[in-house]
């Protein structure tokens, strides 16, 4: 499965993002799919997570309310929108893909995650 995310970029405090990412050379739909994100000198943590089906989502505190993920198994694609952005949300953003979504849940699985994205950045001033 190949991943191409795409929708990152530099935004004011308070502004929003809709990330894409595009999945291609797998069915789709057999898989959860996630957001991560990792800032300078942290390490990866999972942002937001979304079941095969789109029924079940799960999202890190520090984003409810904020950031909406979403799919569309028809396009292939899996979305995060990002509203009210803050200066902390800056990071590399990458796309996941996992048959087990508590693969994606939790930050603390990452080297089991089946597949990556290469990342987009999204910068976020003050």
């Known amino acids: 499965v190949q991943l191409v995310e795409s929708g990152g970029g530099l935004v004011q405090a308070g502004g929003s993002l809709r990330l894409s990412c595009a999945a291609s050379?797998?069915?789709?739909?057999?898989?959860?799919m996630g957001w991560f994100r990792q800032a300078p000198g942290k390490a990866r943590e999972s942002v937001a997570v979304?079941?095969?089906?789109?029924?079940?989502?799960e999202y890190a505190d520090s984003v409810k309310g904020r950031f909406t993920i979403s799919r569309s198994n028809a396009k292939n694609t899996v979305y995060l929108q990002m509203n009210s952005l803050k200066p902390e949300d800056t990071a590399v953003y990458y796309c996941a893909a996992d048959r087990t979504y508590s693969h994606l849940s939790t930050s603390t699985q990452v080297s089991q995650v089946d597949y990556w994205g290469q990342g987009t950045q999204v910068t976020v001033s003050s």
């Open positions: 050379g797998g069915t789709f739909s057999n898989y959860a």
């Open positions: 979304i079941s095969w089906s789109g029924g079940n989502t």
